[in-house]
């Protein structure tokens, strides 16, 4: 990240002053946009108008084909509790899994989240505490497979009881 002094040729302008460099943390991003088309360090090609985010922990080097647009920071997911995501273009989430644009999702595995560059945080939601005098009524908006591995059908409607789990988050 240290390089020779240089000096400015005849007809050369410095545009913009010397500035340090970002150094983003754990646990935080920075989100870009391509300006300009490139080939990164990974030989991957980049387009105009692509996004894409910096992960910490790490020290950004700027580049002119990119401009930093903002910086986001991962979300706790904590016991009892979900995040409720939405893609906003065709992607690829942290599990691996192809969403497809206006696709919503759910996280509800402990601990902290990093939203991906084409992911939305819809809302963050709280389980339902089942007990003997309390249940959770559903009824399906598309087909989907349960979390016992049960298909149910666009429509259907069903109970979930304390005998079947402590808490409900409704997917």
């Known amino acids: ?31 870009l946009r391509v300006t300009r088309d490139y080939v990164d360090d990974e030989h991957q090609q980049r387009v105009a108008g692509d996004e894409m985010l910096f992960e910490g922990p ?3 080097v700027p580049r002119k084909e990119v401009e930093v647009i903002g910086e986001q920071k991962a979300i706790v997911v904590k016991p009892n509790e979900a995040l409720k995501l939405k893609a906003t273009r065709e992607t690829v989430d942290r599990n691996g899994k192809n969403r497809v644009a206006g696709e919503e999702w759910m996280v509800k595995r402990n601990g902290a989240y990093l939203p991906g560059v084409y ?15 309390a249940a959770v009524h ?13 298909k149910i059908k666009s429509g ?15 997917d």
């Open 138 to 150: 559903i009824r399906a908006k598309q087909t989907f497979t349960n979390h016992a591995g049960k």
């Open 119 to 133: 992911e939305e945080v819809v809302e963050r939601c709280r389980a339902y505490v089942l007990t003997e005098k």
């Open 58 to 60: 790490g020290t950004y």
């Open 1 to 31: 990240l240290q390089q020779d002094p240089f000096p400015l040729y005849p007809g050369e302008e410095m545009k913009l002053k010397v500035t340090l460099l970002k150094v983003v943390p754990a646990l935080s991003a920075l989100k």
């Open 156 to 170: 259907e409607e069903y109970l979930i009881t304390s005998e079947q789990m402590e808490t409900f988050i409704p």
